[in-house]
């Protein structure tokens, strides 16, 4: 969101980070130089809003709910039932 609380979108978010001392090196959004705690917010923020959802959608691809699994796997398919709605919600 820019000063006028319009939605914006940016190009390029990028985070460097030291692998060996495993230590943030530096970070920016498009042109702007971003500090630590800044980038750092985009990152949780990106992560509970976007990827997360993704995770829990790919999750359901994973279940099997076959009908024929109730009598041998009933505690494994009651699993993947509240798994899928779990993840609806």
């Not at 940016?10 to 920016?28: G, N, P, Q, W, Y």
Request: proline content about 1%; aromatic content about 8%; overall charge negative.
């Amino acid at each position: 969101m820019d000063s006028n609380c319009d939605p914006q979108i940016a190009d390029l978010f990028a985070v460097e980070i030291d692998l060996e001392t495993k230590r943030f090196v530096s970070a920016k959004m498009d042109d702007m130089i971003l500090n630590a705690k800044e980038a750092v917010i985009l990152l949780w923020y990106n992560s509970i809003s976007a990827q997360h959802v993704k995770l829990h959608s790919m999750a359901n691809w994973g279940l099997n709910l076959d009908d024929s699994l109730q009598d041998n796997h009933a505690f494994i398919r009651r699993n993947g039932v509240v798994t899928v709605m779990y993840n609806f919600l």
